[in-house]
């Protein structure tokens, strides 16, 4: 007999994938969001014994000699207050951006992260631009509009809920207070819309394949 190639309506599992709420491998998930949490909290420990030496080592808009810092800036905090403040909802909403699995969360992360750096080196306030909140709006607005492109109503209900904690947070994208990064803000709750049009894409086209 021969062979033929063609295509097949996708199962209800692949359908699944795409409007998970809850990650595969929840403790995996908890571990690394965990970790990287944690990671800042040590991040500040030697900053505040070192006398704030990492503090400069921020995003420096529009500065090519200090291009790498676009990498180290979301690690780096003004204060343990600071670091608190994010340390909340990344736990919460990190947790629920890694419902498609770890290699999604990793991919999702990058996305927010250098669209919120890049933004800030392009258009931030002459300073050094540093914590992981545009991670935090990041995360919130690919939690926000995922259900749409998913077509999920469980993950629209959980956006509503995360709507109803977090929404607040997002006047931070708009600029007027002193000492906050709202650049970051900004391209961050972009990246996090970005990476949740690809996320959406990569599963219509994985489902097409199938």
Not at 5 to 24: Q, Y
Not at 34 to 40: H, I, K, M, P, R
Not at 134 to 144: D, I, M, Q, R, W
């Amino acid at each position: 007999m021969g062979t033929y190639a063609g295509t097949v309506e996708p199962t209800a599992v692949s359908r699944d994938v795409s409007k998970r709420v809850i990650p595969p491998h929840p403790l995996l998930s908890a571990l690394v969001v965990g970790g990287f949490v944690g990671l800042l909290f040590v991040i500040e420990a030697f900053d505040t014994i070192t006398g704030q030496s990492l503090e400069d080592d921020g995003v420096i808009p529009r500065d090519f000699s200090e291009w790498d810092n676009l990498i180290w800036y979301p690690f780096i905090h003004g204060d343990w207050g600071h670091v608190m403040s994010n340390a909340g909802p990344l736990l919460v909403l990190g947790f629920l951006a890694s419902s498609g699995g770890i290699k999604q969360f990793l991919q999702v992360t990058v996305v927010i992260w250098l669209t919120s750096a890049l933004g800030i080196w392009i258009i931030g306030a002459p300073a050094s631009h540093i914590g992981a909140s545009g991670l935090v709006f990041g995360f919130l607005t690919f939690l926000l509009v995922r259900g749409v492109f998913a077509r999920s109503a469980l993950q629209i209900l959980i956006a509503v809920v995360v709507f109803a904690i977090y929404g607040y947070a997002l006047w931070g994208v708009l600029p007027g207070q002193p000492g906050v990064s709202w650049e970051a803000h900004l391209f961050g709750a972009l990246g996090g819309i970005l990476a949740a049009w690809g996320v959406a894409r990569d599963n219509r086209a994985g489902n097409l394949a199938r």
